[in-house]
Each structure stands twice: as structure tokens, then as C-alpha cells.
């Protein structure tokens, strides 16, 4: 494992109020109000907001002297009342497989004295790499197989904090034109793009985060801008039943589901949101998931924890229950961590259970953990920031309690 260490000083993503706009993950309507607040003539902010995208989105620019093609006149107010700065980066790991864990520190905000922090990762392999990123600090869902559970929600993420998530990993990837990585780039993928596919599986439910969320995977997804095409980023869920149909018509990216259990009785506990929208609920959610199909599968993950779901009766229930959804079945070994109950399930056991989900159909790989050295892999991610309880302000209504 390397550890890399950071002392840079430069402004995080999300600001206080009173500090600069920042323009990194704002929408284009953001964009623009904030030029005409700030007396650039209406006209002008669809020529200037566009500029700023390719700028930005496209190049990797981190000053505004660099952008060539905007006069002086308008540099200086940029640099003035906006910002671009990206997260800052606490603390960095490189695993032994590759897998990169930043540890990074936002803005306090009214409901937060202390600067909060989040874990974002990047997972290389041969031909993709995937930026695992974090919707929320903290979660609400206190599944019992997952470390972030124990984490208490602070807030969600704005949209700028989403993506700047996704600027600072390109940056230390030199995932921009005629950039360099920073350290060892051994396991980076000999692919044009480093970062080729997105997850919404760090810390947080998405779905309780709906709108910032929404607006940061427009940005990612744009075809000026970062250019990820929906069907590489996938937002995955615990079960928001009310909102999965939603984000479907209104995002259209790929699905994955945090099932992990065949019975209610066992996912109440293991999943607890599932006291409020039970297995037939969410299934069937998804089986009305719009654009659904052969080609747009949805992945159920189900972690293996041994003596508790892994039973081969277990595995011919998932079968049965998922019987005409397109799916994707994920087995993730369990990834422990200090104080975790559980204990991943036998090798062959795992090989057993993918044997009689294969047979029936269904394409069932057998995640390798990444990053476990590191505390990056499934369910090990939590941050080490003070946490503050959000009940002595309203958040906003990602708590949702279940």
C-alpha cells in the first residue's frame, strides 16, 4: 500500500455562504443566474456558460488566466466572485491492486462547525476504470454489513461536491488532455479515458439526495462536458421504492439494487429500510424500471455473508424471486471491518451459490474485492471527520427516516 499525504490549502468544493460561487457541478441555469447576479448582460451568459463548460469539463482547467478565448475584462470578474476549486485532498492510498481511496475534506455549512469529510475510489482494471463516488456524508440506512452505516448522516452532497468528486480523480489520473498522473500509474488502464464507467456506491443513499444528484449526473453525462455516456454510471440503491421509477424518467442511468436478502424477515434486518418497502415493493419497482431490458439490465448486488444468506435454498430463492426482470447478479464477498458481525462466506460456498444462479440464466460474476487493504472495497468505506448529529437543524429531506 502507498500512502500519499497532502497539505494543499486550496478552497473545497462546496463554499460558506458569503464565499465564491462555485461554478464546478452548478447547473447551466446556476451558471448563468449567478453571471447576470453579478452583471454580465443576459445575452452574453449562454456564450459564457458554454465556454466555461469546455473549460472546464473538457480541459481540466484549474485557473480562469487559462481560459484564452475570454477577455481579461471577464477573467478578472471570474476570478473575483467564482470559483473552481476541487475538493481538498486529506489524505490519499494506493492499494497494492491499484485501487486509489481519497480521503477529502469539503466546506462547513450551516449545519456543520467542523469541515466535513467523504471517501471517494478508483478501481483500474485492463480495459475500464470506475470512480466509485460519494452522494452523502454519512447514511441514514444503518445496513449492519456495511461500515459507512455506522457513520451518522451529516448532510447530502451538494452538486458541486458530487462532481468535484470526479474532477480531483481526473486530475490525479491526468485524465485530461496532455495530463500527467500523480504517483505510480502501473495499473492505470492503457485506454484513452481512465475513468470509463461512474457508481453511485460510496457513501450515501442517492435516491435521499435525489435533486443534487440528478443535476451532477446531467453534468457528467453531457455530451460537451464530461462526456460518460448514462450507460456507464450507475446509481445504486438500498430500496427508495417512491423514487427509483422517478430517477428512471428523469435520469435514464443504469440501476443497481442493494438486495443482499431473499426474505423479509432477514432483510428487515440486514437492510432495515426494507421496513418500509418490503422485497415485493421494490421488486416490483424495478420490474417497471422505464427502458428496462435485455441491454439495460438491472445489477442486484448481494453480499455474502457466511451462516446468514448464502445457503443454496437461498440462492435458488433469488432466482425465483427475480424471475422475468433483466438482470445482473453481483456476488460481493464480504469486505470486513473493525467491529463488523459478520463473516464472508467459504470460497466454494460463493462458488456453489453462482453455480445455481448461472445455471438459471442469469450472468452472476463473483466480484473480486479491490482496495481491501486500504479499506476501499464494498461496504469499508467511512470517514474520519467529527460528525455532527443533523437533528439540531432540519436537513433537508434526505433523512427520511425508516
Known amino acids: 500500500m502507498t500512502r500519499v499525504l497532502t497539505t494543499t490549502s486550496a478552497a473545497p468544493a462546496s463554499s460558506p455562504p458569503g464565499a465564491l460561487f462555485n461554478i464546478i457541478g452548478a447547473s447551466d441555469d446556476d451558471v448563468r443566474k449567478a453571471l447576470i447576479e453579478r452583471g454580465v448582460p443576459d445575452k452574453q451568459t449562454r456564450m459564457r456558460a458554454a465556454q466555461l463548460t469546455r473549460w472546464l469539463y473538457v480541459q481540466g482547467a484549474t485557473d480562469f488566466d487559462a481560459m484564452t478565448n475570454i477577455s481579461k475584462e471577464m477573467r478578472t470578474l471570474l476570478k473575483s466572485d467564482f470559483s473552481i476549486e476541487r475538493p481538498e485532498i486529506v489524505d490519499e492510498q494506493i492499494s497494492s491492486d491499484g485501487t486509489r481511496k481519497w480521503l477529502l475534506r469539503l466546506a462547513p455549512s450551516a449545519r456543520t462547525v467542523n469541515a466535513p469529510e467523504i471517501e471517494t475510489v478508483y478501481i483500474p482494471e485492463p480495459g475500464r476504470g470506475t470512480l466509485c463516488i460519494s452522494s452523502q456524508i454519512g447514511c441514514t440506512l444503518n445496513c449492519t454489513f456495511c461500515h459507512t452505516g455506522t457513520q451518522k448522516l451529516v448532510r447530502n452532497l451538494t452538486s458541486q ?10 486530475d490525479r489520473l491526468g485524465d485530461w488532455p496532455n495530463a500527467e498522473a500523480s504517483g505510480d500509474q502501473s495499473h492505470l488502464p492503457r485506454t484513452e479515458r481512465k475513468i470509463t464507467n461512474i457508481v453511485l456506491m460510496g457513501m450515501g443513499e442517492p435516491l435521499y439526495n435525489f435533486d443534487n444528484v440528478k443535476t451532477a449526473m446531467d453534468l457528467a453525462s453531457d455530451g460537451d462536458g464530461l462526456s460518460i455516456s448514462r450507460r456507464r454510471i450507475t446509481l445504486s440503491t438500498s430500496g427508495v421504492v417512491p423514487e427509483i421509477g422517478r430517477w428512471g424518467e428523469e435520469s435514464g442511468t443504469m440501476l443497481a439494487i442493494s438486495l443482499h436478502a431473499v426474505r423479509d424477515d432477514l432483510r428487515d434486518e ?8 418490503p422485497i415485493a415493493e421494490l421488486l416490483e419497482a424495478c420490474r417497471n424500471y422505464p427502458g428496462l431490458s435485455n441491454a439495460r439490465r438491472i445489477t442486484f448486488e448481494y453480499v455474502m455473508l457466511k451462516g446468514v444468506n448464502d445457503s443454496l435454498a437461498e440462492a435458488r430463492k433469488l432466482v425465483a424471486l427475480l424471475a422475468g426482470i433483466p438482470a445482473k447478479i453481483n456476488l460481493i464477498p464480504f469486505n470486513p ?3 463488523s458481525p459478520y463473516e464472508c462466506s467459504d470460497w466454494a460456498q460463493i462458488e456453489k451459490f453462482a453455480d445455481i444462479v448461472n445455471r438459471a440464466g442469469y450472468a452472476s460474476p463473483i466480484r473480486t474485492p479491490r ?6 472495497a464494498c461496504g469499508q468505506l467511512k470517514s474520519e471527520s467529527l460528525r455532527q448529529r443533523a437533528s439540531v437543524s432540519k436537513l433537508e429531506s434526505a433523512e427520511a427516516p425508516v
Open 371 to 376: 482496495g481491501r487493504d486500504i479499506m476501499a
Open 337 to 339: 471491518w473493525p467491529g
Open 161 to 170: 461536491e458530487i462532481v468535484g468528486q470526479i474532477m480531483l480523480a481526473r
Open 270 to 277: 440486514i437492510v432495515p429500510i426494507n421496513r418500509k418497502y
